[in-house]
């Protein structure tokens, strides 16, 4: 296992959780969504006699600072010594990866000379782009199955957690990075400050850092309370990832505004100090927003809760009303968020008949908690439901046309965020 976990930070003081980030005490609740399993755990059969543990689901947001973080959390062992999650089995995200790769390149010139490294590289679905067009990369990955299937692809891959220790030695091994990339980690990371020193640390002079994460204003504003779960520590908005990399030494100069996962930041990064990469002013743009949009106040994170409990509300509502008039509803995509999602609702078999996935390594489990059925895709086709519940509403667009035989049999597509919408 590497170096193990990187030592997890002071978050839990005497005096009660304290934020990641700036240390002050948690005190203001952002949603509690009470106990809920890990949204990666999927159950196998033999197991469905045992209870899975569950955990809180409570996020707060510093009163100082404005970071969105969960106050409780399981090791991050637990969470990811064996990760489920392939992302080569989602197209759109494959191919989201193939252009970033090409813009990089493009913008920035990267080359055989150049080195990549990517932190939380999975299976290799985002490096594979740069080794075929000649570019050195390094994959780390603290999930050891899923590195393996990089490395069956000739992705050189770590396997590690990242922090300033893990950075340290990287650097020493095969020299800085001139292009550092992390996709949907930064989330993940419950040591934040050590995490970004480390990303410091390994960074090329004149290098660019990449990170794409959720961003919090859309969370806000779509009420996508189910991207909430216990492996994603921390929500962002630019303002508190700004102020985080400032505090380590690093300037943020370019932003691009992501659809991926209902609304995503890609934010460039560099040194502060030294660095030939100028400010592109969009960066400054963003924030003017969010402020514009509440987020530099308290008042507009304390009434998120209330707007999630009557989202709760027209969903459940939605799916009794659709088993009282003898409808079938089945589901659509085993992530974390629809686990989340179902678990924070209460919804069970009873109401939604089964998962349908992808994903060949969840077909066969459960649903952690609610214990509803995963089944592969075809399954759909054979029990013709009516409606068709996706829970990868990120993905909507592309399982709408994978599953476009739902509409053969007169089914429809619903989606559960912003509110409960069916879809013709
Ligand atoms: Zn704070």
């Known amino acids: 296992m590497g170096l193990g976990a990187p030592a997890v930070e002071g978050l839990v003081s005497a005096a009660g959780p304290a934020c990641r980030f700036c240390s002050a005490p948690l005190t203001q609740t952002f949603v509690d969504l009470g106990l809920s399993p890990l949204a990666n755990s999927l159950v196998a059969e033999e197991d469905l006699a045992r209870e899975e543990p569950r955990f809180p689901l409570h996020a707060c ?10 106050g409780e959390f399981a090791s991050p062992q637990d969470i990811f010594e064996d990760y489920v999650y392939f992302s080569s089995f989602s197209d759109t995200w494959v191919e989201h990866a193939r252009r970033y790769v090409e813009q990089m390149i493009e913008r920035f010139g990267f080359d055989g000379g150049s080195r990549v490294v990517e932190i939380a590289s999975n299976d290799g679905y985002l490096l594979q782009w740069f080794v075929e067009r000649g570019v050195p990369v390094l994959g780390v990955e603290p999930a050891a199955n899923v590195a393996a299937a990089a490395e069956a692809k000739g992705i050189p891959t770590v396997v590690r957690f990242f922090g300033e220790q893990t950075a340290g030695e990287l650097v020493a091994e095969g020299g800085p990075a001139d292009l550092v990339i992390g996709n949907n980690v930064l989330a993940h990371v419950p040591a934040l400050n050590d995490f970004v020193a480390g990303l410091k640390v ?3 002079p004149g290098g660019i850092l990449t990170m794409e994460f959720p961003h919090l204003l859309h969370l806000i504003e779509k009420t996508e309370f189910d991207t909430i779960y216990h492996e994603h520590f921390s929500y962002f908005s630019a303002l508190t990832v700004g102020r985080v990399f400032g505090a380590h030494g690093l300037r943020l100069f370019d932003v691009d505004e992501l659809p991926t996962h209902g609304g995503s930041l890609r934010i460039y990064a560099t040194h502060a100090a030294g660095s030939p990469h100028e400010d592109t002013g969009r960066w400054a743009e963003l924030i003017e927003r969010e402020r514009a949009a509440g987020l530099a106040d308290l008042a507009t994170y304390a009434r998120f809760d209330e707007r999630v409990r009557a989202v709760r509300d027209g969903l459940v509502e939605f799916l009794e009303d659709a088993r009282a008039e003898g409808g079938s509803v089945a589901a659509y995509g085993a992530a974390a968020k629809g ?8 919804i069970g078999p009873e109401l939604v008949a089964y998962v349908a996935d992808r994903s060949p390594h969840k077909q066969g489990l459960y649903v952690p908690g609610v214990r509803i059925p995963i089944r ?31 509409r053969e049999w007169g089914g429809r597509f619903v989606t559960p965020v912003p509110e409960v919408a069916v879809h013709a």
């Open 61 to 70: 947001v510093c009163g100082s600072c404005l970071l969105v973080q969960l």
């Open 202 to 204: 390994l960074l090329a």
């Open 339 to 346: 686990v989340t999602l179902l678990n924070y609702c209460g």
């Open 376 to 406: 592969p895709p075809e399954h759909v086709g054979e029990t013709k439901p009516d409606y068709l519940l996706l829970l990868a509403w990120n993905l909507k667009d592309e399982i709408v046309e994978q599953m476009s035989l739902v």
